[in-house]
């Protein structure tokens, strides 16, 4: 966010990452995304989501129940972090990466904000509106329910209030080399290059299969997924590949817990990935999860819903953990010897058609019939209005 300053012109004088609910980033992360130079200097500052944050509108109830399918009927706090919306910068720089996203359809654009620097109430609520609208009815689109109210939240209350511009890249694979690089780079202050974005994002991280897997293999980095919060992107990106009946296998070495922090470690583990309808049964009588809507929204995007089983083969969660959980275990020495051989794509071991995917982090896979006709394989989620806390409590991880 830079500023004019007499006699030294235009000069960068904040830098915020935008993380959500996720931990400040360590030293050795700074250095690795933005350069051992600038991690030297003192721009930087941590968005505080429990206190630095200012709610600056509401999209209207009427939006949200929509969205929740009459589940949820409040409004939606447009929140940002103070430092951006009351800092007086002469401009502020929105910079991120177009990918298929889970909870958004599509990351970027104004998520970076309304969530990345935004608070508690609205991540917590936008999580969970995502989640009961169905991640199949989501993921890859750039125009969906909750799209809408942070749309209208840009609209009404940032464009021509805030001197907001969006850097906006798509990354891919190079075909040759292997090597992650940039395919498209747009710049503008309003939706049109988001939109720009997107559509080359999903000619470049989105992999529409002709033939559904029965069993496919995720790998998750070591040093990237320390969590089934996080390595549960196995799950959501190929959700829409997988054969009625198949298997998701994920390799996960660095998989040591099931939440990002103790409060939501401790809730995974109470409850489990057990799906929708059970989960939203659960969230009727159980006042922890009315609080912690980011929770609930998890542990519905973690459920196959039955469709497909999911075996997690963790680096450090033992056996009884992981199935108490409502996951499947694998031994990871054993399946790691079996499939982690293999390349990106199709491959077979022991006579047996497998699709592996490195980095689940880069792409959506889908299979025709479902990324068409949408839905999230449930039978529902019980119907109704449920109730929602109105303290909610943080958790790490969101955003």
């Known amino acids: 966010m830079p500023n004019v300053e007499a006699n030294e012109g235009m000069k960068v004088t904040d830098v915020m990452p935008a993380l959500g609910t996720h931990a400040p980033m360590t030293e050795e992360q700074c250095k690795t995304m933005f350069g051992e130079e600038m991690c030297s200097s003192d721009v930087f500052r941590v968005h505080d989501w429990r206190n630095d944050v200012v709610t600056i509108g509401h999209a209207p109830p009427s939006m949200v129940s929509a969205a929740t399918q009459g589940m949820v009927s409040k409004p939606w706090p447009a929140q940002l972090n103070k430092l951006v919306w009351e800092g007086r910068h002469d401009l ?10 889970e909870v958004m359809g599509m990351a970027n654009y104004n998520k970076n904000l309304f969530v990345g620097v935004g608070g508690l109430d609205a991540i917590n609520l936008s999580h969970f509106i995502g989640a009961v609208y169905g991640m199949e009815n989501m993921m890859g689109k750039a125009s969906n329910p909750l799209k809408d109210i942070l749309n209208y ?11 907001l511009f969006y850097i906006l890249t798509v990354m891919g694979t190079n075909a040759d080399s292997g090597e992650l690089e940039m395919k498209g780079l747009f710049f ?26 029965m069993k ?13 919060w996080l390595g549960n992107k196995a799950i ?4 829409m590949a997988i054969a009625t009946g198949g298997e998701l296998i994920v390799l996960g070495p660095g998989v040591k817990r099931f939440g990002e922090d103790d409060g939501c470690d401790i809730l995974i583990r109470k409850y489990g990935y057990v799906g929708t309808p059970k989960i939203m049964e659960l969230m009727r009588e159980n006042e922890d999860l009315q609080n912690n809507l980011s929770v609930v929204a998890h542990l519905i995007h973690g459920s196959s819903e039955g469709r497909f089983d999911i075996t997690y083969c963790p680096g450090a969660l033992s056996q009884e953990e992981v199935e108490k959980a409502g996951f499947k275990y694998a031994d990871l020495d054993e ?5 982690g051989h293999l390349k990106d794509g199709w491959g077979e071991v022991d006579g047996e058609k497998v699709f592996y995917i490195s980095n689940p982090a880069l792409g959506l896979w889908a299979h025709e019939s479902r990324f068409e006709k949408g839905g999230n394989g449930r039978e529902g989620s019980g119907g109704g209005e449920v109730p929602v806390g109105e303290n909610q409590v943080g958790v790490g991880g969101s955003g």
């Open 335 to 339: 399946m790691t010897a079996k499939y």
């Open 188 to 213: 503008g202050n309003d939706i049109k290059c988001y939109l720009a974005a997107c559509e080359l994002s999903l000619s470049v991280n989105f992999t529409m299969l002709e033939e559904a897997p």
């Open 153 to 163: 939240a840009s609209e009404n209350f940032l464009e021509n209030k805030l001197p």
């Open 236 to 239: 959501y990106r190929t959700r």
């Open 216 to 228: 496919v293999v995720v790998h998750l980095d070591e040093d990237e997924f320390h969590s089934t």
């Open 92 to 101: 502020v720089f929105s910079i991120g990466q177009v990918v298929p996203h």
